[in-house]
């Protein structure tokens, strides 16, 4: 099992924006990985991009994104987290915190197991080895590698970046076209999960 994490929002408390999601594209099968990722940097490439963030794209790009993911065999598992919401100080005090707990809460939701997680970001040696046993204490073999990846480096990293946008973008009905990209996946059949977290 294959997992790609991606965010979207701000896990500080204080930030403006109302929701952090973390989204997780999982895939049972490698191969559909593999291909997939080689569809997209087709796509990027065709479009002269260096990257695909979903904050930066155009609609156009969205669009043919979505369309050029529809092809292959993955799920969805994301949480839409509402930080008016939260009540814990420690979750409120602390980004790192209420991210990890986050994390933690979306990856056994999913029912993710023995799986190779890839995280967007850049750490060293031991906050990935401090990240690796927080997800696994109480949770043995849930994750059996665990990386952190620049999302640049990183098609499939990208397309979780672009996944958790369009979730996000939902949550906003107050932006033009909230919803057409969840809603693109969503017929698509990718979306397994969806947890609004209260």
Partial sequence: ????????GDPGIKSHLQYFIIALLIFDQPDQARDMQNAIRALRLSLGKQEFKF?????????AFFRT?????????????D????????????PRKFYNFFLKKVLISS???????????KAGRSLKAAIHRYLNA???GM??????????????????????????RSCYQNKRHHDR???????????????RFK
């Fill in 143 to 168: 994750v059996r590698n665990f990386q952190m990846k620049d999302s640049k480096s990183d098609e499939l990293i990208q397309a979780a970046d672009m996944i958790a946008g369009a979730i996000s």
């Fill in 138 to 140: 109480r949770n043995a």
């Fill in 55 to 63: 904050s930066s794209c155009k609609p156009t790009d969205r669009d």
């Fill in 111 to 121: 029912g993710v197991n023995a799986a190779r997680v890839q995280l967007d970001g």
């Fill in 181 to 195: 990209w969840h809603l693109q996946l969503k017929h698509q059949g990718k979306i397994h999960n969806l947890w």
């Fill in 69 to 81: 993911m529809a092809a292959y065999q993955f799920r969805v598992e994301a949480i839409i987290v």
């Fill in 83 to 94: 930080k008016h919401q939260i009540r814990s100080n420690a979750l409120r005090g602390d």
């Fill in 1 to 8: 099992m294959l997992v790609f994490i991606n965010e979207s």
